[in-house]
């Protein structure tokens, strides 16, 4: 007989008629306020992947500004940035997971506003490497907070498609600051400085939104509830300490095991997005317009492929599409790395991103179900951030390996030898999407959890039990306060 972790690729088929109402059906079930919650996290995702890839856009811009000759010298902002998310990952997790979803990302994304304004000011490589750090600590946060606010307040049955929508804030976010790369970018006399100015202000206009959403329903519940027992605030954040150090000791291995898991998708995602713009300007000689475009086109892919992903896992199983995505990402490396013209290496964006896009919109989802109860910001967004840190240096790996390997090509009608990044993102990504497909393959799954059911970690016990098991609790507990009392009086 196949192993446990094979035989449960595919969920049961109970676990799967259990969530089975029509789509369009749940749809027109969710309210206005689930709707601006979950829309209030995609914003918020979009927002910090147009920050970050400000850098990626305009690195030969930042070059000749800082007057620096090798791309990896650049890249170090995006190591710096990356290496920094999972400060900032652990800090606002807890701060969440402890004090509700909504003022802790507002004021994350005005710290990510602050330092994203910060950055189109600075005159010199040194500040921009600084800003750029503490940038990845404000960046680090957001993900587990908007993941958290989005998805916890819908029906399990849309959670799937929720998912990928999500995730692709990321791929649109992308779109969008390759848009504003595109036309804002050469119509200003401060050039690529305009670009961080205009995240700047999308970011600031993110925590305005979030500030006008309601809180998570389940905090509100839970610090009502906390309230009519007289639970005051020292004693609710000693309760949050030590069910933090119970977690972690009871679920130290699935930790390991997600940190590991995020480590080959950060390096999937990064290794074919971060150095894409300089690979066609550089290996395949294209200009900054061209390969601004083809960068659109790759991200409509990645759009595209995680709402349809997120649906799919819905159905068939979270791991199973990752599986199969990744797998149809790594079939078109060779349309995305073998052809010299605009077209075909397009076409292959488009794909490519499809597949890799595809797989990461099950991501938030299968976190968010993996996650121990009480802790859906700091464990996602920690195990999130700290894969990230890892596979920091995404970048710099494919900018050191293109110094080694070289290519030729035809430039202002002279043979130029130039870094060949196509030879080395195709060997990284492919021995990425290997490495994920085992790990996925014998990793967990806790397909259709009604996690939105459990407490939160500020509450006693609550994150073991669900939310009716400890509404029972609370009520056994007020009734023996009232015969102790009314046996007082007797």
Known sequence: MAPYFIRNLVPRRE????????????????????????????????????????VSLSVTRLQKQFGKDKASTITQAITLTLLFRSVGAVIFGILSDRFGRKWPLVF???FC???????????????????????????????GLASSTALENLPVEVRGLASGVLQ???????LLAAVLNLRLVPETSTTWRSLFWAAAGISAFAAFVRALVPESEIFIRAKALEREKGTDTGKKTRVFVRQAGAMLKKHWGLCIYAVLLMTGFNFLSH????????????????DSYHSTVATIIGNCGAIVGGAIAGTISQFVGRRLTIIVFVLFAGAFIPLWILPHSFGGLSAGAFWLQFG?????GVIPIQLAEMSPPGFR??????????????????????ATGGDHLKTTIIKNGKRTIVPDYARVQGIFIGTVAVYIIFLTIIGPENHGSHFEQHGVAFEEGA????RYDQHAVDVEKLSDTRSEEINEKI
């Not at 692709?168 to 992308?174: L, R």
């Not at 840190?389 to 995404?394: F, L, N, Q």
Request: net charge neutral; charged share 10%; with cysteine.
């Open 271 to 286: 290794g074919s997005q971060d150095l894409y713009p300089t690979y066609l300007q550089t290996t395949k000689g294209f």
């Open 168 to 174: 692709q804030g990321y791929a649109f976010g992308y």
């Open 463 to 466: 994150p073991d039990r669900t």
């Open 377 to 398: 910001a700091t464990f996602p967004g920690v195990t999130y951030q700290l894969g990230n840190m890892v596979s920091a240096a995404s970048a710099q790996i494919e």
């Open 15 to 54: 676990a799967r008629l259990e969530n089975r109402r029509p789509l369009l059906e749940v749809l027109r079930s969710i309210t206005w306020v689930q709707w601006a919650q979950f829309l209030s996290g995609w914003l918020a995702w979009t927002c910090d992947a147009t920050d970050f890839f400000s």
């Open 113 to 143: 506003s602050v330092l994203e304004l910060g950055s189109g000011f600075v005159n010199n490589f040194k500040q921009f490497l600084a800003l750029r750090s503490l940038f990845g600590i404000a960046m680090g946060g957001v993900w």
């Open 356 to 360: 890799v896009q595809g797989a990461w």
């Open 108 to 110: 994350n994304l005005l």
